[in-house]
């Protein structure tokens, strides 16, 4: 039986970074395993760089170790870490050409014949015709594509990216993800990307660490982050989710009855990470993609057995693939609805009834005493990102 190999696993174990009284990173575990597209994500100044700079030996940790394979490496400088690290940078050299930026790893440690592998490098992040360009005659994309390929051609065990695609425009970024995301697949060694883009951790990792105030709130795929977050910070900063205040009513085999707002609602057990004592406290959380939204006058062919809350349309935004209402309601008061544009009810306009109403399997229940607005990005906030 061939055994896994684990070469390339990363392992911080009870790693911390303080300055003075504040802490930047509380003690983390955490295993990358090789292979593997891993994200920390966060917001500005939740400890993700920190962590990065920690793994590439550029920030000593206050305490606890880190291991790449079987090597502890906490005390070994920079350059003798199998790592190598992209930053949003480039940190390009302005009057060497492509090639030579690429072959400067190579050159630098005495290799003479550095032909074939510049070429092959180049030719996987798809820069073969532009090898003797200067990096101002090549596109953010493409420099950034140089940066990597410099990066890779040292056969690092790991490539951190710190905020890889951050000074790219938003087509741009787009493209490059996806891109980032065949490189890794093409090499297989693994990559750790640190980023405060949502969607951006979303579309290129296998598993999304979400950091928040130096400690990992929740680890997964990105798909069970966004099904099942386990905490209003998770629930709030991957996409957008209504959040009712609701108490316990009934609770019967694999159901959990709440009363919100005069009404009841029904969540599944399993999908709910509160404590569930009669009477106690729960925020019943769904996503605005999950909701329908009926006109009050057609409210009689709702099917039962669904969940169902009243309101009136408060506003809405058409932006093409969806309509973005926001919905006045006595459980929650601005329960966002994004209907997908495919038949558009034209009595659906601000000041109209709704029923508001969804499958109860796409309910998820979090701990009511925590700040329910955790997560929630204000504007401006994005700036200083």
Same mark, same amino acid.
């Given at each position: 039986?061939?055994?896994?190999?684990?070469?390339?696993?990363?392992?911080?174990? !009870?790693?911390?970074?303080? $300055?003075?009284?504040?802490?930047?990173?509380?003690?983390?575990?955490? *295993?990358?395993?090789?292979?593997?597209? @891993?994200?920390?994500?966060?917001?500005?100044?939740?400890?993700?760089?920190?962590?990065?700079?920690?793994?590439? #030996?550029?920030?000593?940790?206050?305490? !606890?170790?880190?291991?790449?394979?079987?090597?502890?490496?906490?005390?070994?400088?920079?350059?003798?870490?199998?790592?190598?690290?992209? @930053?949003?940078? $480039?940190?390009?050299?302005?009057?060497?050409?492509?090639? %030579?930026?690429?072959?400067? !790893?190579?050159?630098?440690?005495?290799?003479?014949?550095?032909?074939?592998?510049? %070429?092959?490098? /180049?030719?996987?992040?798809?820069?073969?015709?532009?090898?003797?360009?200067?990096?101002?005659? /090549?596109?953010?994309?493409?420099?950034?594509?140089?940066?990597?390929?410099?990066?890779?051609?040292?056969?690092?065990?790991?490539?951190?990216?710190?905020?890889?695609?951050?000074?790219?425009?938003?087509?741009?970024?787009?493209?490059?993800?996806?891109?980032?995301?065949?490189?890794?697949? %093409?090499?297989?060694? *693994?990559?750790?990307?640190?980023?405060?883009?949502?969607?951006?951790?979303?579309?290129?990792?296998?598993?999304?660490?979400?950091?928040?105030?130096?400690?990992?709130?929740?680890?997964? +795929?990105?798909?069970?982050?966004?099904?099942?977050?386990?905490?209003?910070?998770?629930?709030?900063?991957?996409? *957008?989710?209504?959040?009712?205040?609701? %108490?316990?009513?009934?609770?019967?085999?694999?159901?959990?009855?709440?009363?919100?707002?005069? #009404?009841?609602?029904?969540?599944?057990?399993?999908?709910?990470?509160?404590?569930?004592?009669?009477?106690?406290?729960?925020?019943?959380?769904?996503?605005?993609?999950?909701? +329908?939204?009926?006109?009050?006058?057609?409210?009689?062919?709702?099917?039962?057995?669904?969940?169902?809350?009243?309101?009136?349309?408060?506003?809405?935004?058409?932006?093409?693939?969806?309509?973005?209402?926001?919905?006045?309601?006595?459980?929650?008061?601005?329960?966002?609805?994004?209907?997908?544009?495919?038949?558009?009810?034209?009595?659906?306009?601000?000041?109209?009834?709704?029923?508001?109403?969804?499958?109860?399997?796409?309910?998820?229940?979090?701990?009511?005493?925590?700040?329910?607005?955790?997560?929630?990005?204000?504007?401006?906030?994005?700036? +200083?990102?």
């Amino acid at each position: 039986m061939m055994t896994k190999d684990t070469s390339g696993d990363v392992r911080l174990s !009870g790693i911390s970074k303080t $300055y003075g009284s504040f802490t930047a990173v509380h003690p983390l575990d955490l *295993t990358v395993p090789q292979g593997s597209f @891993f994200a920390l994500l966060g917001a500005s100044g939740c400890g993700k760089t920190t962590t990065l700079r920690m793994i590439a #030996g550029l920030e000593e940790p206050t305490s !606890g170790s880190v291991s790449l394979g079987d090597q502890d490496v906490t005390n070994l400088p920079p350059y003798k870490r199998p790592v190598n690290t992209v @930053f949003q940078s $480039y940190a390009l050299f302005p009057h060497l050409d492509i090639f %030579e930026n690429v072959a400067f !790893g190579l050159r630098r440690r005495g290799i003479k014949s550095v032909k074939k592998q510049v %070429e092959e490098m /180049l030719e996987l992040v798809q820069l073969g015709e532009q090898a003797r360009k200067k990096p101002h005659q /090549l596109s953010g994309g493409q420099q950034q594509r140089v940066a990597v390929a410099r990066a890779l051609i040292n056969h690092p065990k790991v490539l951190l990216l710190d905020e890889p695609l951050g000074a790219l425009d938003l087509k741009l970024r787009r493209q490059m993800q996806l891109e980032l995301k065949r490189i890794q697949t %093409e090499v297989g060694i *693994t990559f750790i990307h640190v980023t405060h883009d949502q969607e951006e951790a979303m579309t290129m990792a296998d598993t999304v660490a979400v950091m928040n105030a130096g400690r990992v709130e929740q680890l997964g +795929s990105p798909a069970d982050l966004y099904e099942n977050p386990n905490t209003t910070f998770v629930a709030n900063f991957l996409g *957008t989710s209504n959040l009712i205040e609701a %108490e316990v009513d009934t609770k019967s085999g694999d159901e959990i009855v709440l009363k919100a707002g005069g #009404g009841k609602l029904s969540l599944p057990a399993a999908r709910c990470s509160a404590p569930t004592t009669t009477g106690g406290k729960v925020l019943v959380g769904i996503r605005p993609e999950k909701i +329908s939204l009926t006109h009050a006058d057609d409210a009689g062919g709702i099917p039962e057995g669904r969940n169902r809350i009243t309101g009136k349309i408060a506003d809405s935004s058409f932006i093409g693939v969806s309509t973005q209402y926001v919905i006045d309601s006595p459980v929650c008061p601005e329960f966002e609805v994004y209907a997908q544009n495919i038949d558009r009810d034209a009595r659906l306009i601000p000041g109209a009834d709704v029923v508001l109403h969804w499958n109860p399997a796409h309910t998820f229940g979090l701990d009511a005493t925590q700040d329910i607005d955790a997560g929630v990005e204000t504007v401006g906030e994005e700036a +200083s990102a």
